[in-house]
């Protein structure tokens, strides 16, 4: 079973999925709700690689600067002018202002800052997600739904995890992506059989790891028809207010859908929020546009998570594949900048209200210490309760520590 075979047919059960709920089979009133108090994490993913240093580290006068102000937050920090509601909150979240990557394309950027290790051809990495829905999707036997979602946009693969711990994509709106939605009882009866025929021939066959792996993903799908726990998809449930809170926009609400999920049990939940490429009138766009619409929605998930009392038990990391370039560029834009940046991450009982570490005054460089991907992922599991110890075998029979032994970020650490 080939790769691309393998995919179709995890698309086509994940349709099945999709298809019964469209067709209206519905699912009780009142969601279980699993114990309370557990670890999970939420990734707000800002693709594209959004100016750090006009939001969470200006320099104000200095040639690099540009036009925006700082002000003061409810932690010992500040942050841009633009973040009103994010400045009430920043009690509960901390910046890590002292990043400092070597991955300044996208796709490379992308794969390093969710797995912790540069791109290789000869091995896949699992992403934070997975690595993170696998140490603690135990803990939690009664989960019926994927324990890694992604809202909104594609998050990186299990890699040599497997598919079981693939992150199962949907939009703002609780649909799974990019599928078709329109399969009548009949023929969904019947492809449930054809499908359920053709997996048991393939284990018995003995064709390798694939095949098992790829029935307990169909499994899984096949579940969500009937789970009553389906219904923490359903941000539309929500009350007015509450929808018009966190923002009546995709990011917002794939923030609510990402408390909702953690609410129900998911460990890991990620919810992007696309459009930081600015090579090109970046202060316009980010006044106008992104950062409204940042600020809103990730404000209400943090206040939304501390009245819940869930913000002890949730990291919440905020984060790009890269930051800009300090020098801004003729077209009124930033380019990409990997060598001195920030991200934000607060929750699960790290240290919070505080700024780790500084650049200098024009934002060129890190001035100390300075972290990696790798040192935020081991941070992050840490504060879930995951060891650094934990190594995995890649297919190859190479043993991989988790978070590629990333070292801790020792100011966020109690």
């Given amino acids: 079973m080939n790769r691309r075979h393998f995919m179709s047919h995890l698309a086509g059960a994940s349709a099945l999925a999709g298809s019964a709920l469209a067709m209206g089979q519905t699912l009780q009133a ?5 114990k309370k108090n557990r670890k999970a994490a939420i990734l707000l993913w800002m693709g594209g690689g959004p100016s750090t240093m006009d939001i969470w580290d200006l320099k104000p006068g200095a040639a690099t600067g540009g036009p ?28 890590v202002r002292s990043m400092s990557t070597r991955e300044a394309d996208h796709m490379r950027g992308r794969y390093y800052m969710h797995t912790g290790y540069v791109p290789n051809p000869n091995v896949k990495h699992p992403s934070y997600g997975s690595v993170i829905a696998h140490e603690l999707a135990a803990s939690r036997p009664d989960l019926e739904i994927p324990p890694f979602v992604s809202v909104g946009g594609n998050s990186e693969g299990p890699g040599f995890l497997g598919m079981s711990w693939a992150p199962f994509s ?19 009866t019947q ?3 054809a499908l359920k025929m053709m997996e048991t021939g393939f284990i018995d066959d003995n064709r390798g790891i694939a095949a ?10 096949l579940s969500l028809m009937t789970s009553e726990q389906m219904r923490a998809f359903k941000v539309m449930q929500e009350p007015e207010p509450i929808q018009e809170r966190y923002g009546k926009n995709n990011f917002g609400r794939g923030c609510l859908m990402a408390r909702r999920l953690v609410e129900a049990g ?11 490429d600015n ?24 206040e939304d998570l501390a009245e819940r009392s869930m913000l002890d038990d949730v990291a919440v990391i905020w984060m790009g594949e890269f930051s800009r370039t300090p020098r801004i560029n003729g077209n009124s834009g930033r380019d990409h900048w990997a060598r001195s940046w920030s991200a934000v991450v607060g929750g699960a009982g790290l240290n919070s209200g505080i700024a780790v570490g500084k650049t200098n005054e024009d934002g060129t460089r890190v001035d100390g210490m300075s972290y990696t991907s790798e040192d935020m992922m081991a941070t992050v599991c840490n504060a879930l309760g995951i060891s650094l110890e934990t190594t995995f075998t890649s297919q190859s029979g190479r043993p991989m520590k988790i978070a590629n032994s990333g070292k801790l970020i020792k100011e966020l650490v109690s």
């Fill in 212 to 221: 098992s792996e790829h029935a307990k993903v169909i499994g899984k799908t």
């Fill in 170 to 188: 949907v939009n703002s709106n609780g649909q799974v992506r990019n599928l078709d939605m329109g399969i009548a009882p009949d023929r969904l």
């Fill in 30 to 34: 009142n969601a279980t709700t699993l």
């Fill in 68 to 95: 925006f102000r700082p002000i003061s937050t409810n932690g010992d920090v500040q942050i841009c002018e633009h973040m009103p509601m994010m400045a009430k909150n920043m009690d509960k979240m901390s910046i």
């Fill in 191 to 193: 492809r449930v059989q």
């Fill in 279 to 302: 090579h090109q009138n970046i202060f316009p766009t980010l006044q106008d546009n992104k950062l409204p619409e940042l600020d809103k929605g990730m404000s209400a998930l943090m």
């Fill in 266 to 276: 998911v460990p890991f939940v990620e919810v992007s929020l696309g459009g930081w």
